[in-house]
């Protein structure tokens, strides 16, 4: 099982050892710019490495003219839009200097956080447009009439076949793009290969929206693609716990019973007690961990402590925030 830690910065020697004592097997890191400091260290404790990738902001991918919009005009700089064909080109001509670095696997994802579409959950002191879809920019309007299938929605109908066949042409964007990088990255002989997880598959307006919905069909197709690459898949769900929605921890639970290997966000984000909640959760569902590990170099005796309770399945280690 794997213990990840989530961080937004090079470890020191003292934080890495500090991390393998914990039992964590792995590292997420973003944004470094000394790659090969990190692996270097992280594979002096025989802990491994994995980059989040692309890494839209020092790619220069987050402003408005590569972003998603609305039908109401409402830009989202979380990320480029999935339709953007800049945004893949860009992306692409970074991978072969990261993995050069020595980095041991890849978290794919298409905004910076654990999203695959906009959704403003975020404070920024406006709307929180969270049942419009975000397929209104230049490049997903233009791709959408070339189908000639009418006009595009502004929100999901849940039940509608009409809306419905939009959503699935609107989903699909997502994985089209993580399809198209998977198979870049397993081309470059990277064998890890993860990727972000909501397990919040039922049908709504703000599921829809979000492209969460069903999303458990089209995902599993693709853990089935990194296995014919000759690559291992899996799932990070950064931020199950704080849902509060037992469908999403059952809906989690049928998924590793169906054999998905899934980490769990065990949300310390900002102290031990979160995880001194979670832990027996992430026990109950058989998954492993994903920490943010910044608390951890704050309060040793505490992680330590955290860490030493029986029972203890084995985590992940990563950037400060779990989906930072």
């Known amino acids: 099982m794997i213990r990840a830690t989530s961080s937004c910065g090079v470890h020191t020697p003292e934080q890495v050892g ?14 470094l710019k000394d790659w090969d400091t990190e692996v270097e260290r992280c594979h002096a404790e025989g802990l491994c490495l994995i980059a989040r990738w692309p890494d839209y902001p020092q790619l220069g991918l987050l402003g408005e003219a590569d972003a998603f919009r ?3 005009g409402a830009c989202n700089d979380d990320g480029p839009s999935l339709w953007n064909p800049r945004a893949e080109d860009v992306s692409l001509e970074s991978l072969d200097n990261l993995l050069e670095s020595g980095v041991d696997g ?3 994802h298409m905004l910076t956080g654990d999203r695959a579409f906009p959704a403003d959950w975020y404070d920024r002191g406006q709307r929180r447009w969270v049942n419009d879809y975000w397929s209104f920019d230049r490049w997903a309007q233009a791709e959408w009439r070339d189908l000639g299938r009418g006009e595009m929605p502004a929100h999901p109908v849940v039940g509608d076949p009409a809306n419905l066949d939009f959503y699935r042409w609107y ?3 997502w994985f089209r793009r993580l399809r198209l990088f998977t198979a870049e990255v397993a081309q470059r002989g990277v064998k890890d290969i993860w990727t972000w997880f909501i397990p919040l598959l039922s049908w709504s307006v703000s599921t829809m929206a979000a492209g969460t919905a069903g999303s458990d069909k089209p995902m599993g197709e693709w853990r089935e693609y990194v296995f014919s690459l000759g690559a291992h898949p899996v799932n990070v769900i950064a931020c199950l716990f704080p849902l509060g929605d037992e ?11 169906e054999g998905w290997e899934i980490l769990v966000g065990l949300e310390t984000c900002h102290s031990l007690e979160a995880g001194r909640k979670n832990k027996p959760r992430c026990e109950e569902l058989g998954a492993g961990i ?4 910044e608390v951890f170099f704050r309060d040793h005796k505490g992680a330590r ?4 309770e029986a029972a203890w399945t084995t985590p992940l280690a990563g950037s400060q925030t779990d989906t930072a």
Do not use: W
């Open 18 to 31: 500090l991390l393998a004592e914990l039992g964590f097997t792995h590292v997420v890191n973003v944004g």
């Open 70 to 72: 609305n039908h109401e």
């Open 290 to 293: 994903f920490a943010g590990d």
């Open 247 to 257: 469908r999403s921890r059952s809906e989690t639970r049928r998924l590793i019973r």
């Open 171 to 173: 989903q699909g964007a």
């Open 305 to 308: 402590r955290l860490f030493a």
């Open 106 to 108: 890849v978290l794919l």
